[in-house]
């Protein structure tokens, strides 16, 4: 027994059966005799139906408007939900953003979650109520309503949660839990039991879509309990914590990301000042650079490769075309048939073995390496899109993760 | 120049076309000079979606959750008209109930509106925004939303105009004006320029269908300017103020009810307290009777008539028959072929010859009176429905309203 937030996207919600499907899950957490908040998206399509509308009328309509417009999404969905628990017969409540004090910075569309006065949930709580927070949306300091961007409702759920000292943060996906890597690719994939923060976050930004980064910061910086768990069956899912109490395991996952593309300017002068050109440039216009190779070339001269998201590449290559005066480049070249394969793990820093291994799997398979990257707890390389699924088989089992 | 609020109805904003309309005629006003505040009601058949997905969920949603619900209607009409004012390149903020101060009691779905704090609504026109506020909703002391009932939209228009000082509370709808009687039926009505809060109390109230009564009440309260006038045509409407400013007419209007029905209890006891008995009863089960008439019976009985709205006539009746061991009728009759015409007019106050020259319409065309009652502005008769439409015809020439 204790306090448990749970949050649910906009597919969990989508039309009046699952709506069900939910409140029973809600229902059963609190006859077990938990305090439960639910953070809830808007249902399924309402966002892009709320979008098409507004782009219909005016396509460059300010963030304000729009952040109007789409917080009625959760506004709707979170009623429905209220309205589906009542006819299960438990005392329910459901609050917007702003009802619930969630109080966020200025910046309409992308608003960052600054604080959370519970005070209200608090209230709710402690009169017995099931309590139901639109997610995604919150209030700025001008009483404005603001949305906090992508897996926005993800953070809502933990800030929740850290502002009320939850002692779980559920977040029910379509998927069971984390895995040692995309079960579509290695059917032997074996689910986790358990993941440490930091782990969540190298495995987040190397392509696995469980859960955004954002809002495993801010549990890590709140040291929030998150377990990531199905919406449509009833099992345990994986627990987001932190590190010193999870198991140490040298590699907890393999991850796939194919959306990523490279550039290589090739023979560029070798003076110094070269790559901070470029990448201030870049970073500018607000393109990610992920790997970065520098070599050495011919005659004092040198080659820098890196790598953006597919979405960044145009935008990146006309930069680089239009600011070549300064940057040099005798050839800019680009690839789009490339796949960054990461292996994450905590237990990797005190083991200096694990890029060795990776490589020998590449190498036991064929595959050839075209850049390598490196953090504290991953290791990433990037190789041929095609030979992407065959070398996280390889290394999958090199590790021997599916035991 | 001055402060203008103008009331957009759900019909004048159901599609894009629709809400570029408004937001023309908006900024047309604001163009001229003025302050523009705009009230918007929901898009088109939005409240009826949202109504069918809670029944979806739960018939007996409580109205807490259902005005959480249907407030999402007007969040997204007011940012879509926000945004094609944006379009349109004029400056704009859209507003919730909440964020406009819009204070009501507690009853939610048909909650009354206690104060409108006008602050954010002034800063923002300080500003030179045309501000948009969602119309049918509020806030309660508790800091639940809550929405208005039927007719809500007028009522939240004239409460912002009362609490702004506004000059002007123009209604939009899908007629011209007031006319002196419907048009339908007499071709020759005359729109009128302007008419008193009085007579358009009792025009509404005898089945003129152009403004509800909660908002004309609320005008005449804090002496508001209202103009009703059409979303289409670019033209004068009707002008509702205060008795001694608009021109005494004998007759504004004549208006015409079939959502009427008549009962009659045959042969009560003359006990005193009798009447009182049975209305009583009807009012505890919120039956509103409209006009009573009792008649001496035979041997010391009497007979009492009134009449009921066509809905509440079944219940009415299981009341009366549940409770006729305390009322005592001989017999219960009822008849829905009733209709009631009113004519309306301050001039009436003064002139006691109305009554006597709308009966003798009625009696030139061979129309039979059942009932009567009166007001001080008013004179109502019961007939025949099938008599209705002629009734009003010899009663408009009568008077001869057409000049």
């Given at each position: 027994?204790?306090l448990?937030?749970?949050?649910?996207?906009?597919?969990?919600?989508?039309d009046?059966?699952?709506?069900?499907?939910?409140?029973?899950?809600?229902?059963d957490?609190?006859?077990?005799?938990?305090?439960v908040?639910v953070?809830?998206?808007?249902?399924?399509?309402?966002t892009?139906?709320l979008?098409?509308?507004?782009?219909?009328i005016?396509?460059?309509?300010?963030?304000?408007?729009?952040?109007?417009?789409?917080?009625?999404?959760e506004?709707?969905?979170?009623?429905?939900?209220?309205?589906?628990?009542?006819?299960l017969?438990?005392p329910?409540?459901?609050?917007?953003?702003?009802q619930?004090?969630?109080?966020?910075?200025?910046?309409?569309?992308?608003?960052?979650?600054?604080?959370?006065?519970?005070?209200r949930?608090?209230?709710?709580l402690d009169?017995?109520?099931?309590?139901?927070?639109?997610?995604?949306?919150?209030?700025?300091?001008?009483?404005?309503?603001?949305t906090?961007?992508?897996?926005?409702s993800?953070t809502?759920?933990?800030?929740?949660?850290?502002?009320?000292?939850?002692d779980?943060?559920?977040?029910?996906?379509?998927v069971?839990?984390?895995?040692?890597?995309?079960?579509?690719?290695v059917?032997?994939a074996?689910?986790?039991n358990?993941?440490t923060?930091?782990?969540?976050?190298e495995?987040a930004?190397a392509?696995?879509?469980?859960?955004?980064?954002?809002?495993v910061?801010?549990?890590k910086?709140?040291n929030?309990?998150?377990?990531?768990l199905?919406?449509?069956?009833?099992?345990?899912?994986?627990?987001?914590?932190?590190?010193?109490?999870v198991?140490?395991?040298?590699?907890?996952g393999?991850?796939?990301?194919?959306?990523?593309?490279?550039?290589?300017l090739v023979?560029i002068?070798?003076t110094p000042?070269?790559?901070?050109?470029?990448?201030?440039?870049?970073?500018?216009?607000?393109?990610?650079v992920?790997?970065?190779?520098?070599?050495?070339?011919?005659?004092?001269?040198k080659?820098?490769?890196?790598?953006?998201?597919?979405?960044d590449?145009?935008?990146a290559?006309?930069?680089?075309?239009?600011?070549?005066?300064?940057?040099?480049?005798?050839?800019v070249?680009?690839?789009?048939n490339?796949?960054?394969?990461?292996?994450?793990?905590?237990?990797m820093?005190?083991?200096?073995?694990?890029?060795a291994?990776?490589?020998?799997?590449?190498?036991?398979?064929?595959?050839?390496i075209?850049?390598?990257?490196?953090?504290?707890?991953?290791?990433?390389?990037?190789?041929d899109?095609?030979?992407a699924e065959?070398?996280?088989?390889?290394i999958h089992?090199?590790?021997?993760?599916?035991?």
């Amino acid at each position: 027994m204790g306090l448990i937030v749970q949050k649910f996207g906009g597919s969990s919600v989508a039309d009046a059966e699952r709506v069900f499907r939910v409140a029973n899950r809600v229902v059963d957490t609190y006859d077990e005799g938990n305090d439960v908040v639910v953070v809830v998206s808007a249902q399924g399509d309402t966002t892009d139906d709320l979008i098409a509308k507004a782009q219909e009328i005016n396509k460059n309509a300010s963030k304000r408007e729009m952040d109007v417009l789409l917080s009625a999404g959760e506004q709707i969905s979170m009623s429905l939900l209220a309205m589906a628990i009542e006819k299960l017969g438990r005392p329910v409540v459901s609050l917007t953003g702003w009802q619930a004090g969630v109080n966020t910075d200025i910046n309409y569309s992308k608003a960052r979650i600054k604080r959370v006065v519970g005070e209200r949930i608090h209230h709710e709580l402690d009169k017995k109520k099931i309590v139901i927070v639109a997610g995604f949306q919150g209030i700025n300091k001008f009483d404005d309503i603001t949305t906090l961007g992508r897996g926005g409702s993800d953070t809502s759920a933990v800030a929740i949660a850290a502002a009320l000292g939850a002692d779980l943060c559920q977040i029910f996906t379509d998927v069971t839990g984390v895995y040692t890597t995309d079960p579509r690719i290695v059917p032997e994939a074996r689910k986790l039991n358990e993941i440490t923060y930091d782990e969540m976050l190298e495995l987040a930004s190397a392509g696995a879509n469980v859960l955004h980064n954002r809002s495993v910061e801010l549990a890590k910086k709140f040291n929030v309990n998150m377990e990531v768990l199905s919406s449509f069956e009833k099992v345990p899912g994986t627990i987001v914590k932190e590190e010193n109490t999870v198991e140490k395991m040298l590699i907890r996952g393999i991850a796939r990301d194919n959306d990523v593309a490279r550039i290589a300017l090739v023979n560029i002068d070798d003076t110094p000042g070269k790559a901070f050109q470029i990448f201030s440039i870049l970073a500018k216009k607000k393109v990610n650079v992920d790997v970065i190779l520098q070599s050495i070339g011919r005659d004092g001269s040198k080659d820098i490769s890196f790598t953006v998201s597919s979405d960044d590449l145009e935008t990146a290559l006309n930069i680089i075309n239009e600011n070549n005066a300064i940057i040099g480049a005798e050839k800019v070249i680009h690839d789009e048939n490339v796949s960054k394969v990461s292996v994450v793990g905590a237990g990797m820093t005190s083991n200096p073995g694990v890029a060795a291994l990776m490589f020998e799997a590449l190498y036991d398979a064929g595959i050839n390496i075209q850049m390598i990257s490196t953090s504290e707890i991953r290791v990433s390389v990037l190789i041929d899109r095609k030979d992407a699924e065959k070398a996280v088989k390889a290394i999958h089992d090199k590790f021997e993760l599916n035991n």
